[in-house]
């Protein structure tokens, strides 16, 4: 019961997010990394935080049904219904992200995902429009489109490694900023 009050009370606390700046002691501090190892998967995932960034790298691996790592926010809720896109300065070297919205403390519910596209390992400004997000569940497309309506109700933000692929991965995140 004390768990089910905590949880709770975690999601009820709302904020509106213009901008996360990440590194020592800014957003992400609270942030954590989650790996397939929670459905048995090998991947592995940490962050460095620097003084203006922060570095979210590891391994992904495929054996025993793996293949993700991802770094996501508390759960609380986000109002992003006044936003029409966002704005993330990364740089990124090896495998492909994306970023999540999430609308549900369970794993197994529809999450909304948008692929982050880099060209280099400079430092780059990626514009993702919210109407662009897709549906997915348990990985796999549904078929439905973020919807406005949708973006009140938004209770985790993260960042997932986006390919079945073995191998290391190291991306670097300044700011993510909704506009």
Do not use: C, H
């Amino acid at each position: 019961m004390q768990i089910m009050l905590l949880i709770l009370s975690l999601i009820t606390s709302e904020i509106t997010l213009p901008k996360l700046d990440f590194g020592t002691g800014k957003a992400g501090m609270n942030w954590r990394v989650i790996n397939d190892g929670v459905m048995g998967g090998l991947s592995k995932g940490f962050v460095e935080v620097k003084e203006n960034s922060i570095v979210f790298k590891g391994k992904v691996s495929l054996e025993n049904n793996g293949g993700f790592s991802a770094f996501k926010s508390r759960f609380q809720k986000i109002d992003l219904s006044q936003f029409e896109q966002v704005k993330i300065r990364l740089r990124s070297q090896g495998i492909k992200i994306a970023l999540t919205l999430e609308t549900d403390q369970r794993w197994y519910y529809p999450y909304f995902k948008k692929d982050i596209t880099t060209q280099s390992s400079d430092w780059e400004i990626v514009r993702l429009n919210l109407k662009d997000f897709e549906q997915y569940r348990i990985g796999q497309k549904t078929g439905t489109q973020l919807d406005k309506s949708d973006l009140n109700k938004i209770i985790r933000l993260g960042l997932i490694t986006n390919e079945k692929r073995v191998g290391g991965f190291q991306i670097e995140i300044d700011y993510i900023q909704f506009e």
